[in-house]
């Protein structure tokens, strides 16, 4: 973000220069590159949250002690609490096949990054050490009028510092070398006639600490090596700072001192157009002396800059602060909890990090954990105390949202079971299936999908952020148990919430309500909607909202007023009913939010599919009879309009899935596009489901029917 912020006020001022470079001095552009360099020398945001760099404060140490009792435990000791965790050790970490999946791209690409910085450094560093060498083989004694006329200058323009000169039959121009004791080197061939405007050349780069400048400029290319823009730049500074200190320079000089000042130039064309990093140079190739005399012969009196440079300056930090601000709180977390996902619940440092870095209920305090890792199947055992000294309820639904979060980064955990040390209390037990049930409901994708990339986990993220949220609002109504009580967009959180008969009274069919409120990001609270048996869906951009009640569908605004309503027969262009008992299904917005797609169903069954299309309000409606949609298993993609779906039938219980799974009968799996109205079959198993998922618009994932892992079927494009 930083190199792609900083390459685009690299390019304005290419472009300033370019038309504007007789107006301005060329000291303006000095500053301004030194500025941006500075900048670019730390490829993060101000806050220190957003880098490639790991600055995060590791949770408490853990110190480590064997068990001789037990060799397959180990107790380790938090040392900021003084508390004991038992934690049984993998010790055999059993060999489960689990899906393939791409390793993180950003910490590949920050391991070629690494490789990249270490090249050009130690290239560029190799490079001055070889031409150092050189040069002090090839070292003598200046002249002794030559000193004398140095040492003159010297005293009157830099009389604090430090500096010697000497003579090199290895270089053709004279230049500064050397940061801590810099040395003057001159050609031995060197035109002595005008040799005092040399002196002042290279005296003037050594008051302003230009070695430091080109060093600074040189760090800023190393870490942004792989961005050609920067290094436009480096070479633009360089020139630069060399037409600048030709102003410093002449600034006094009358025409015939110029024109003298030129001529000395003209003699000392360079043979070597780059000097190496540490030095300065009088010369340059041809073409940037022909810019240096232009500049020293023109009689254009150049602006300052100075409000230039101090705008920039107050607007890069501005820059720095904004990407601090904007991606300090979501990303880190992300970063954070994903930065410990592993494959194995054995992996003791990595699930000790994640469980510490999750919020729980109030209610409870973490205190300890438990792998259970040596058979299947593979769990978690967290003890917590109350928090509280009153009586309370505990209840394992109030662990639900953290816990798939912890699903989502380990993934071959089975079950996460919750435990009040203090009284020996089992709070209960969340298996991956039933959570995998909460998240395909509400975000569309299980939890080893959820953790599969960065970019999946962050919508977890942002749903756990916001129940932590809804939480702080304290409302004791949210209706939790519906299967989609909750939405987050933009910071924004809508949910539902039921309003129940009061106290002692009994229910009927008109004292509750459904309501539907939407949250803004300070917690301020509006009702959109009210009726009984609510659903909803909202746009990606917010501008709609889909309720489903009894009556059918109706379309609200983000500020609840009333746009559109359908009823089923509507729906189903007149071949259904409302009185049919018939039921809608809200299958979901597509991503650029114009299209919404849902269906008409018998119990489980889609009979029809429709399309509403908001920008002219029509609906497109897909039969769905003749295809062999068992029920079970049927997902749409609402970009495409494509469905993968099996014939594996509905099971009411136990016994009704056992009957059918001994039966042995062939189930397949199918892609359909409604559009072509294409029937492709995928695969098949014998009595076996396949939860397929769709990964992306083009790929689809399901259970392999011959073994444990998932299989990725690509689509056509």
């Not at 030129?262 to 540490?278: E, F, H, Q, R, W």
């Not at 505990?394 to 912890?406: G, L």
């Amino acid at each position: 973000m930083t190199s792609l912020i900083m390459s685009i006020i690299i390019i304005f001022f290419f472009i300033h220069k370019k038309f504007r470079s007789r107006k301005f001095s060329s000291k303006m552009y000095y500053w301004i590159w030194i500025i941006i360099a500075i900048r670019l020398m730390f490829p993060f945001d101000i806050s220190g949250e957003n880098t490639i760099y790991n600055f995060s404060s590791p949770v408490p140490e853990h110190k480590y002690i064997d068990n001789e009792a037990n060799p397959k435990i180990t107790k380790y000791e938090n040392k900021e609490e003084n508390t004991y965790n038992e934690i049984i050790k993998n010790e055999n970490k059993t060999n489960i096949t689990v899906e393939d999946r791409k390793g993180n791209i950003k910490d590949k690409l920050s391991k070629i990054w690494i490789v990249g910085v270490f090249i050009y450094f130690s290239y560029n560093l190799i490079l001055y050490l070889l031409f150092k060498i050189r040069v002090q083989k090839s070292l003598s004694y200046a002249d002794e009028d030559i000193e004398i006329r140095f040492n003159t200058l010297k005293n009157v323009i830099i009389p604090n510092q430090n500096v010697s000169i000497k003579e090199s039959k290895y270089i053709d121009s004279s230049m500064v070398m050397g940061l801590i004791k810099p040395t003057l080197l001159i050609p031995e061939n060197i035109n002595r006639k005008n040799i005092d405007y040399i002196f002042k050349h290279e005296f003037v780069h050594l008051k302003r600490r230009d070695i430091f400048y080109k060093l600074i400029i040189f760090f800023s290319t190393t870490i942004h090596w792989f961005n050609p823009v920067v290094h436009i730049m480096a070479k633009r500074a360089g020139e630069d700072l060399e037409l600048s200190c030709d102003e410093e320079v002449t600034k006094d000089m009358d025409e015939e001192d110029r024109i003298k000042y030129s001529k000395t130039l003209i003699d000392s064309i360079a043979l070597v157009v780059k000097s190496p990093i540490c030095t300065t140079s009088f010369s340059g190739g041809k073409e940037m002396i022909k810019k240096r005399l232009d500049q020293i012969l023109d009689k254009i009196k150049r602006k300052s800059g100075k409000p230039v440079i101090v705008l920039l300056a107050i607007f890069v930090l501005s820059i720095s602060l904004l990407i601090g601000c904007e991606t300090k709180g979501k990303q880190n977390l992300t970063d954070e909890l994903y930065s410990y996902r592993t494959e194995y619940v054995g992996d003791n440092s990595k699930v000790g990090n994640i469980v510490s870095r999750l919020e729980f209920p109030k209610e409870y305090n973490y205190k300890s954990m438990e792998i259970l890792s040596k058979e299947e199947p593979y769990g978690l055992k967290l003890y917590f105390t109350e928090n509280q000294d009153k009586d309370f309820e505990a209840s394992i639904e109030e662990f639900k949202v953290s816990s798939t979060i912890i699903f989502s980064l380990i993934d071959n955990l089975d079950k996460v079971t919750y435990i009040l040390e203090n009284e020996e209390i089992v709070i209960g037990t969340l298996e991956r299936e039933y959570i995998d049930s909460i998240t395909i409901s509400v975000l569309g994708m299980n939890t080893k999908e959820l953790g599969s990339s960065k970019g999946k986990f962050n919508k977890l993220v942002e749903f756990y952020e916001a129940y932590n949220r809804e939480n702080i609002l304290n409302l004791e109504d949210v209706y939790t148990d519906h299967y989609h009580f909750q939405e987050n967009h933009n910071g924004n959180i809508y949910l539902i919430r039921r309003i129940e008969p009061a106290a002692g009274e009994e229910w009927t069919d008109d004292n509750w309500t459904d309501e539907l409120w939407k949250y803004d990001k300070n917690n301020e609270g509006k009702k959109l909607y009210a009726c009984q048996g609510l659903d909803f869906r909202v746009s990606s951009n917010e501008k709609y909202i889909l309720i489903e009640d009894h009556d059918g569908l109706c379309i609200i605004d983000s500020e609840g007023n009333k746009i559109k309503s359908y009823t089923i027969e509507e729906l189903s262009n007149g071949k259904y009913k409302n009185e049919d008992e018939l039921q809608v299904d809200m299958q979901g917005w597509s991503d650029d939010s114009l299209n919404f797609w849902g269906g008409v169903n018998n119990l489980w069954l889609p009979l029809k599919l429709f399309k509403i299309n908001v920008v002219d309000w029509s609906i497109t409606e897909y039969d769905m009879t003749k295809l062999s949609i068992g029920g079970t298993e049927f997902m749409l993609n609402t970009n495409t309009g494509k469905i993968v779906f099996s014939d594996f039938p509905i099971t009411f219980d136990v016994d009704d899935l056992s009957e059918f799974e001994m039966s042995k009968e062939k189930v397949t799996l199918f892609y359909y596009d409604l559009v072509e109205k294409e029937l492709i079959p995928i695969d098949s198993s014998v009595a076996k489901m396949f939860n397929p998922e769709w990964i992306d618009d083009f790929t689809i994932e399901y259970d392999n029917p011959k073994g444990q892992d998932r299989i990725r079927y690509k689509l056509k494009d």
